[in-house]
């Protein structure tokens, strides 16, 4: 039962994304980023970092161009409480790697940054606080 009600969360919020968001960016527009410094960041042992266990652990047949459909790919690994988060959404050239940063304009709430390779595969999951 608790895995459909995250199912139907995940579908909800995916729909409301597209139907409630401006029209996409594609990547070369996006603010950038550098995975590899963010990486050197993160401790192998830091327990607010995910390397492990994703949802998206098999590419796409075809590259993410847009931030609308990086945060529909990113949304499949959203975990904290807030039903309608913000998202902040940057791509890295060098890396070909896109960041989705949930609860990004709302300071007052715990944040989740998801990392994926052009093909919708997760990397990375950092929680902040």
Known sequence: M???VSL?????????YR??????TDKAELPSFSYEEELLEYAEDSANVKRDNFVNTEELESVINTDLDA?????????LDNVSPYYR?????DTN????VFNYY??????????M????KTLLIVYIE
């Open 117 to 120: 390779n052009e093909k919708g």
């Open 89 to 93: 959404v940057f791509f890295d050239p």
């Open 97 to 100: 790697v896109w960041k989705v």
């Open 8 to 16: 139907a969360m995940i579908f909800l919020l995916s729909i409301t």
């Open 106 to 115: 709302d300071e007052d709430l715990a944040k989740q940054a998801v990392y």
């Open 19 to 24: 139907g409630c968001s401006a029209p996409p």
């Open 2 to 4: 608790k895995s459909f």
């Open 71 to 79: 945060v529909d790919q990113a949304i499949k690994e959203y975990t």
